[in-house]
């Protein structure tokens, strides 16, 4: 009968199970806000609070321009203000950016 009987293609061997079910793991990261925040760090792996450091965006530019027609004295207040300024997330661990917080987007 050869290797194709009782319906097997190859012998004994049985055929491979199509339908196998995997486990996954799904892991879902924060919202990042203008604070830190306690994840785990998809570089290093470790679960972190992250830390935040404040950059000048172009929102805050566009601020300050902006400003300069309706009060002139106070055309800096945006560069300096937390609430004009991106916040930043980095692990403190490995030093990668994890995340990046605007409240102009």
């Given at each position: 009968m050869g290797p194709y009987k009782r319906g097997r293609r190859f012998g004994n061997v049985e055929p491979p199970n199509r339908l196998a079910v995997r486990p996954v793991t799904i892991?879902?990261?924060?919202l990042f806000g203008?604070?830190?925040v306690v994840t785990i760090c998809?570089?290093?792996g470790k679960e972190v609070t992250t830390e935040t450091s404040r950059h000048t965006s172009a929102?805050?530019?566009?601020?300050c321009i902006l400003s300069i027609f309706v009060?002139?004295?106070c055309f800096w207040v945006p560069l300096?203000?937390?609430w004009f300024?991106?916040?930043i997330h980095t692990c403190p661990?490995?030093?990668?950016?994890m995340g990046m917080y605007s409240r102009f987007n």
């Open positions: 892991v879902q990261h924060p203008p604070d830190p998809t570089s290093c929102c805050s530019y566009i601020t009060c002139f004295p300096v203000c937390p300024l991106d916040t661990n490995c030093k990668d950016t």
